[in-house]
């Protein structure tokens, strides 16, 4: 893979890689007596390792000239193989977590295996891990195709996909080491947010340059979800993560918001997080690897146009229902709200928009696991937008606030949509990409989609049932006028739901696992697919070319 | 670009669009979305009209209603406190045997008190009250300072060997650790106490063994134990005659007791609980030991 790589950009790559090196160095140098001193090896041994794999082969002759009449896959092919690396991690420390609320002894009394280590390690390394590395995979393969162009170079593909690793093993084993700003999804201390910075500038300056070099008239709607998803993230982890550290010697940093405010804007970031993220890029993945897949085009164009820009100017309002009935001031509190009703409508509208593409294709949803996943992806993503616009609403998130049922609703979100579109885009891109028939076994898709089907369920049934019972009983009063049930009563109901809910999540675990095999064996052991539809999967061959041989 | 078509299924043209082969359907937007686009946004309208919504230069709209958030806290919180008041008030004003024998008034406490202990008690006494090592049962109607409502009042305004002036204290020396006995005397009389709670335990065999003991016990441990072994609730010493054992019965349990001594702990609840509420627990955990407990005719 490294050969297809130019001297030049060889030779780059290892400029690059020396210079972390002598970065990593630093921090383990000037760290050594605190936390960041372990990073700083990590960094340095993490660029270590890549300077060899491109040194081993930086003399080696040119690559072929013809390889620029052709997309650039490799680094999307990395970047699938790590997402599943992912989410087998990240899951399984969500159901290590889930365990240990039904059974707390599973932390075994060492620090660094608590709860509070844990848990963000499991939404760092599902979201961004995992969801991570198939948003930028996938937006590499969706935005060549629908530009009909090679991406615009071959190294920087590659320092995002990298990078953004590395900003990843950063955070989250700096969560174990017990280093966190404590932002809920922006626990990363500040030198791993600087990092991602420079990662997330180049992701989007890559992403702009091959779009300026499309040969459609038009920008398709996928790209217009992936291109506000890399600028948005941008924009909030940059204004989210403002911070002063202690010192430059130490991973210890304080943010410069407080109070009120620093709620706030943790939860327009938070909020954003959710809408840019978990939702834009995966409409973005939506949009491309549905109708591939059923082979139907777009129910309606008008429609993907107007819930994009509904979607993206209504979330930016809708954070501060995250703060409800707190120090937060009301008049804030009912626009967060309000917003939040009205986004209702985009969304359902590009959840409408994706099963009406559907039509004529139902059959095919029938027989086809793959495409069932991207189905009812579409309908988590309508149950979990009516459910996120219902929560949003004071009264309901009286009740709600606090209680599981959010991070029922977080998980009908986060299993029920994110996850079976990836699988589902994967399942669908994984042999176009490795040129094969179709994947090892399609059995295999049928069983992780039942397993994961399952597991969702469960979960989020266990959540509901759980979130309504807390719910109600922190506010029932008796009538001597005092609440009816201690805390601990209220803990102790939730326990059997706690045992269902980690059993749901080994499920969904178990399917994951089995989609990785799957994936291993499609590689290693399934035969190419040497049929002319294959061959065909090239981009317009233009004016971009001779710039690109020249960069 | 490719040619606009007519999609066989739903009739409907293309756009002309072509994205490595997705195709796009001119379908107009359904009206059903313009609809609740209309309706989410007259319902966003009727909610900013209403309520505090949208911010000023210097302040916000105040919304027609008047109605703002901490006005609402205060004002449902005095609501509250004015329904309890009538029968808080009967609390405060009544002693102990008028409160218990109010059947309504005891009622109440019975339902406060059991959440009271709940959120307050049971991380160490447990949900049900029933203790575990080094934490008294509550229920055995076993009392180390006394199981009527006035005493449990004042361990729990002031704790056992806590942070408050008027602490109840009390400890057990380490008579092993400091010297005071030797091993063969703490065997000895570790063994006698045992003897007392399990009668079993005297047989002609060990008659030499119970009388070292007893002795052993006369010169170190009645000053606080008393001479029947019975306790002292005033000194918060256990009774070593029955079956419940704040440390443990084991032989072995009772030698580590004698050979490292105790002291206990719980905090004072005076800052962290009001005078009614403490009241209220007071009663409750009075009523947990049923109808067995002890009164202060046990202590000598």
Redesign the interface.
């Given at each position: 893979m490294i050969r297809q790589l130019t001297s030049g950009e060889r030779r780059s790559a290892a400029t690059i890689l020396v210079a972390l090196v002598i970065v990593g160095l630093a921090m383990a140098a000037a760290g050594r007596a605190d936390t960041l001193g372990v990073h700083g090896a990590i960094v340095f041994l993490y660029s270590l390792v890549l300077l060899f794999l491109v040194l081993s082969v930086i003399f080696d002759p040119e690559p072929e000239p013809s390889r620029l009449s052709q997309y650039y896959d490799d680094p999307s092919k990395v970047g699938i193989v790590l997402t599943m690396i992912w989410a087998i991690f990240g899951m399984g420390v969500g159901v290590w977590v889930a365990a240990q609320l039904a059974w707390p002894e599973l932390a075994f009394d060492a620090a660094w295996s608590s709860f509070g280590r844990l848990r963000p390690a499991h939404t760092t390394g599902v979201i961004f891990g995992f969801g991570g590395n198939a948003l930028i995979a996938t937006s590499f393969h969706v935005l060549q195709?629908?530009s009909?162009a090679r991406l615009a170079d071959q190294l920087s593909p590659w320092f995002v996909v990298f990078g953004y690793n590395l900003f990843c093993i950063l955070a989250v084993s700096g969560y174990f080491m017990g280093i966190t700003q404590s932002k809920e999804y922006a626990e990363a201390e500040w030198y791993a947010d600087i990092w991602l910075v420079v990662v997330w500038v180049t992701y989007f300056v890559l992403f702009i340059r091959t779009l300026a070099r499309r040969k459609?008239?038009?920008i398709?709607v996928?790209n217009w979800y992936y291109m506000a998803f890399i600028l948005v993230v941008a924009v909030l982890h940059i204004v989210n993560n403002i911070a002063v550290p202690v010192s430059l010697t130490g991973a210890k940093s304080y943010s410069i918001y407080s109070g009120v405010q620093d709620a706030m804007v943790q939860w327009w970031y938070g909020h954003n997080a959710v809408a840019f993220f978990l939702t834009a890029g995966f409409l973005g993945m939506l949009y491309?690897y549905l109708?591939?897949r059923a082979e139907?085009?777009?129910?309606?164009?008008?429609?993907?146009i107007?819930s994009f820009w509904?979607i993206t100017f209504f979330y930016m309002w809708a954070g501060s229902h995250h703060l409800h009935?707190t120090a937060l001031?009301?008049?804030v509190?009912?626009?967060g709200?309000?917003?939040s009703?009205?986004l209702?409508?985009p969304s359902?509208?590009s959840a409408?928009n994706a099963l009406a593409t559907l039509?004529?294709a139902w059959h095919k949803v029938r027989d086809d696991a793959t495409l069932r996943f991207i189905m009812v992806a579409s309908v988590f993503y309508g149950l979990t937008t009516f459910e996120g616009s219902f929560l949003a609403i004071r009264p309901v998130n009286g009740l709600s606030h606090y209680t599981d049922w959010t991070v029922g609703h977080v998980h009908a979100g986060a299993l029920g949509w994110v996850a079976f579109i990836t699988f589902g885009s994967l399942y669908s891109v994984i042999p176009w990409l490795w040129k094969k028939k179709a994947m090892y076994s399609a059995r295999l898709v049928e069983v992780h989609f039942w397993l994961a089907l399952m597991g969702t369920i469960i979960y989020v049934f266990a959540m509901w049932n759980s979130g309504i019972l807390q719910g109600l009983m922190w506010r029932t009063y008796?009538?001597?006028?005092?609440?009816?049930?201690?805390?601990?009563?209220t803990v102790?109901a939730m326990h059997p739901y706690y045992i269902a809910r980690a059993f749901g999540g080994l499920l969904f675990l178990a399917g994951a696992i089995v989609g990785t095999y799957n994936l291993y064996m499609t590689i290693r052991y399934t035969p190419e697919d040497a049929t002319e539809k294959a061959a065909g999967d090239l981009p317009v061959p233009g004016r971009g070319e001779a710039v690109a041989a020249g960069e | 670009?490719a040619a606009i078509e007519r999609?066989p299924?739903?009739g409907r043209l293309?756009?002309g669009?072509?994205?490595?082969?997705?195709?796009?359907?001119?379908?107009?937007?359904?009206k059903v979305?313009i609809f609740?686009?209309v309706v989410?946004?007259l319902?966003?309208l009727v909610?900013?009209i209403l309520?505090?919504?949208?911010?000023l230069i210097t302040t916000?709209?105040r919304?027609a209603l008047g109605?703002?958030?901490?006005t609402e806290v205060e004002e449902s919180i005095e609501a509250?406190n004015a329904?309890?008041s009538i029968?808080l008030s009967d609390l405060a004003a009544k002693d102990w045997s008028q409160i218990q024998a109010d059947g309504t008034l005891m009622a109440?406490v019975k339902?406060?008190g059991?959440?009271?202990?709940?959120?307050n008690c049971?991380?160490c006494h447990g949900?049900s009250g029933t203790g575990g090592p080094g934490f008294p049962d509550l229920t055995d109607g076993d009392w180390i300072w006394g199981g009527d409502p006035d005493a449990i009042a004042q361990t729990l305004r002031v704790g056992v060997n806590s942070a408050a002036e008027d602490t109840r204290t009390s400890q057990m020396p380490a008579f092993g650790r400091d010297g005071v006995l030797d091993r063969a005397q703490i065997s000895d009389v570790a063994y006698y106490v045992r003897s007392l709670s399990d009668p079993s335990l005297a047989t002609p065999e060990t008659a030499d063994r119970i009388a070292k003991g007893k002795e052993v016990f006369a010169a170190n441990c009645v000053s606080c134990h008393g001479e029947d072994a019975r306790g002292n609730v005033d000194l918060g010493a256990p009774n070593l005659t029955d079956s419940h054992w704040l440390y443990g019965g084991s032989a072995s349990q009772i030698v580590t007791t004698i050979f490292g001594g105790r002291m206990g702990h719980m905090p004072t609840w005076e800052a962290r609980l009001a005078p009614e509420e403490i009241k209220m627990l007071a009663l409750y955990v009075a009523t947990m030991g049923g109808e067995t407990q002890f009164t202060g005719e046990q202590s000598q």
């Open positions: 195709r629908t009909r459609e008239p038009h398709y996928a491309y109708p591939k139907r085009p777009i129910f309606s164009y008008r429609l993907s107007i509904g009935y001031p009301h008049w509190q009912t626009l709200m309000t917003f009703v009205m209702l409508v359902w509208a409408g039509n004529g008796n009538d001597s006028g005092t609440l009816a049930f201690s805390f601990l009563e102790i | 670009m999609d299924v739903t293309t756009t669009h072509d994205w490595n082969g997705i195709a796009e359907l001119d379908t107009p937007i359904p979305v609740f686009l989410t946004f319902f966003s909610w900013w309520m505090p919504a949208w911010p916000y709209t919304g109605i703002d958030q901490r509250a329904a309890r029968w109440k339902e406060t059991h959440r009271l202990f709940g959120d049971a991380v949900a």
